[in-house]
């Protein structure tokens, strides 16, 4: 596993037939420590676009897309998911993995029963699938949104911050997908509130900038919604501010 973190170890190792018994160590038969260690060595060779082809071609999806599933342990999901993001960067391997039916897995392991970096996993995986249109369809209907929308919040950390906020980015392309993201979940607030809030990271503010955007260009109902979203986060921030300060003085 450590000699496959070196780019030229991954062709070496794919050469030698590694990728084959990797994928059938993921399957049922094995314990969750031999899988969760399979699914972690397919992920580092997977950064290498011909190994993601490889091993989606050797039959890994499938079983990627089951370890996604609650009978099996956290660590297992994480590795799974981390696997299926550097495989959907291929864009022949995101319809693959949507066709093996992992949407509605990955949009489950958003919620709040999952641990940070799974939830954090999950989401990038849903960002490379999103890049395909009818993914991103896909993603909208099996009931993405509200978990997303729920992650840009303040107890979120940073970098699932930045994964839900570029997960919108891709769904608010699509204008029907648009129109469901602002009426059904209540995004814009989070999203202003994410570009105004000071220290937030320059990418979750720069994802939560472009998903706005095209939440604007959607419609003329979500720009208003917007500038008027964001009008009333200033004012309220302008209003702590003098209320503190007053506070600071008299104190």
Same mark, same amino acid.
């Not at 009978?71 to 696997?83: E, F, G, K, P, R």
């Not at 890049?131 to 919040?153: E, R, Y």
């Not at 608010?172 to 202003?192: E, H, Q, R, S």
């Given at each position: 596993? %450590? ?6 170890? +991954?062709?070496?190792? @794919? ?21 969760? !260690?399979?699914?972690? @060595? ?35 999901? +994480? ?10 960067? !291929? ?16 949009? +489950? $392991? ?48 940073? $970098?699932?911050?930045?994964?839900? @906020? ?7 392309? !699509? ?31 720069? %994802? ?5 955007? %095209? ?34 003085? +008299?104190?």
């Amino acid at each position: 596993m %450590h000699l496959a973190q070196n780019a030229d170890n +991954q062709v070496t190792i @794919a050469a030698a037939g590694a990728i084959p018994a990797l994928v059938q160590l993921l399957g049922p038969s094995s314990v969750d420590a031999v899988q969760q !260690n399979a699914a972690l @060595a397919l992920v580092y060779l997977a950064t290498n676009a011909d190994n993601a082809v490889t091993i989606a071609a050797a039959g890994a999806v499938p079983l990627l897309v089951q370890l996604l599933g609650p009978s099996s342990a956290s660590a297992v999901q +994480q590795n799974a998911a981390l696997a299926l993001v550097y495989l959907a960067k !291929n864009a022949d391997n995101a319809i693959t993995i949507v066709a093996a039916g992992a949407i509605p897995s990955l949009v +489950q $392991l958003l919620g709040p029963s999952s641990v940070t970096l799974l939830q954090q996993n999950a989401a990038l995986a849903l960002v490379y699938l999103a890049k395909n249109a009818d993914n991103a369809i896909t993603i909208v209907a099996a009931g993405a949104i509200p978990s997303l929308v729920q992650l840009l919040g303040p107890s979120s950390v940073t $970098l699932l911050q930045q994964n839900a @906020a570029l997960a919108l980015v891709y769904l608010a392309k !699509n204008a029907d997908n648009a129109i469901t993201i602002v009426a059904a979940a209540g995004a814009i607030p989070p999203l202003v509130q994410l570009v105004l809030r000071p220290g937030s990271a320059a990418a979750a503010l720069k %994802h939560a900038k472009a998903a706005l955007d %095209h939440l604007a260009d959607s419609s003329v109902a979500n720009k208003l919604t917007i500038d008027a979203v964001e009008a009333s986060a200033l004012l309220e921030m302008e209003w702590l501010r003098l209320y503190c300060g007053q506070e600071d003085l +008299q104190a």
